[in-house]
């Protein structure tokens, strides 16, 4: 594979725009044909040996493109490379999306690639954009590519950021119309989402707009019935958590927490405090509560309070914070009422200032015995 790529991309090739008036479009529709089986197999075989295909995959994707010589596909190849993208971005998108093999760079490719350096992203951000959605090579320029980008450069009112929030999730460019993604942001006014909260949402998690209006009425409704205030930025964070999980991921989560003897209401008190509680996976919610009820000895509703605990690292931080603890109670230099929230959730020189440094003659040993139990972790 690394012989052809070598190969492919010493083929020297000036891309440019071209000079013709006429719109820019998308790449040629291409159906199912019937080849020689010379081609059809030299095909196969190259997606296999050169691309990584299985033999499954190639027979598929020989029934939509096919080539008889290395021409077309070492254009597109030195297209890429001329253009900053790694080896496995560029075998990735081709495996996405292996109609590009045959198509004209110059033509169908870097129009594309320039709108996005003409809004200001580099060349190793465009390569990352189209490596993580390679879908966007095959959607038209004219009619989707640029509206799509006008719409979120509308509602931002600024350009740079809409492209930051392509360059966050490229697939907002090819996921769902903006005619929904805009009905849904109507959806959250209605609501009471202040616009800032809405600017937020989309920009950062756009993903949770992606979705059918009736969906996101119904979670909207639903994060308002648990008693976030629409109001508030806990309201959005909800809406992007309930919006990813099913009904059937939602209730597994809720048994969980009961499983360790929370309440309706401490599930409810948790999830108004920290919207992302419900996101952590069953293990790293199992794994914090045994921690936390039957090592620490704490009864777990107490965790409800402070449901940030769930998502700090045990074995970087809960573990080896919660040993220097021990130390300093079975020597007395501190109380048995500590306050969980400077323990665990404070910065490491915060920690380090109220619970390390200061006994440091009580303790000498305290700071060397704390940075190994991190680094051994």
Known sequence: MVGFLRKALAVQVRFSLPSSSKPLGTLPLLHPFS????????????????????HEQALSASKYTSFKTLEKPDLVFAFFDSHGFSESQILKIVRSNPQLLVSDPQKSLFPKLQFFYSKGASKPEVAKIVATCPNIMKRSLENQIIPYFNFLKDFFQSEETAMACVKRFPRVLVDYSHTCVESNINALQEFGVPKSNVVSLLSIHPRALMVKQSHF???????????????????????????????????????????????????????????????????????GMDFFVNR???????????????????????IPRYSVVQILLSK???KKDFSLSAVFNSTEQAFLDKFVNVFKEEAPQLLNLYHEMVKSR
Request: net charge positive; aromatic share 10%; proline share 3%.
């Open 332 to 334: 007395g230099l501190i």
């Open 217 to 287: 009425r119904k979670v909207l409704e639903e994060v308002k019935e648990m008693g976030f205030d629409p109001s508030k930025k806990a309201f959005s964070a909800a809406v992007y958590g309930l919006r990813g999980m099913s009904k059937t991921t939602w209730e597994r989560k809720i048994n969980v927490f009961k499983s360790w003897g929370w309440s309706e209401e401490d599930i409810r008190l948790a999830c108004l405090k920290l919207p992302w509680t419900m996101m952590r996976s069953k293990d790293k919610i199992m794994a």
């Open 35 to 54: 080849s020689s089986s010379e081609a059809h197999s030299f095909t196969v075989s190259h997606l296999i040996n050169s691309y990584g295909f299985s």
């Open 296 to 318: 620490m000895g704490m009864r777990s509703s107490i965790i409800a309070h402070y449901p940030i605990l769930l998502g700090l690292s045990l074995e970087k931080r809960i």
